[in-house]
């Protein structure tokens, strides 16, 4: 059963910084691309980042330049590195499995201007 766990969201002051990481079991992770998605009240859930298995990453605009995905084979944890964070970052921020597979149960993430 895959299961996919979320962490460090919060309260943060506009500029600054949060990372959120997300633990997964259930799969052999070094194998599967990994995603992080972000849903803004009323807005739909929207693509924020990838990384697949050999590393290669993939960013929206809104996010290039100031986010940053890796990951940890060795933890079965992928990250996504927040920075110059804006009010318009607020969202919940959820980890999947892939572009199709499960997901996390999401993070808040709420940045005050």
């Known amino acids: 059963q895959v299961q996919l766990v979320e962490s460090g969201g919060g309260l943060v002051q506009a500029g600054g910084s949060l990372r959120l990481s997300c633990a997964v079991s259930?799969?052999?992770?070094?194998?599967?691309?990994l995603t992080w998605y972000r849903q803004a009240p009323g807005n739909k859930r929207n693509l924020v980042a990838g990384i697949t298995s050999d590393g290669i990453t993939n960013y929206a605009d809104s996010v290039k330049g100031r986010f940053t995905i890796s990951r940890d084979n060795a933890k079965n944890t992928v990250y996504l590195q927040m920075n110059s964070l804006k009010s318009e970052d607020t969202a919940v921020y959820y980890c999947r499995l892939g572009l199709f597979g499960s997901w996390g149960q999401g993070t808040q993430v709420t940045v005050s201007s």
């Open positions: 259930g799969i052999v992770f070094r194998l599967n691309a």
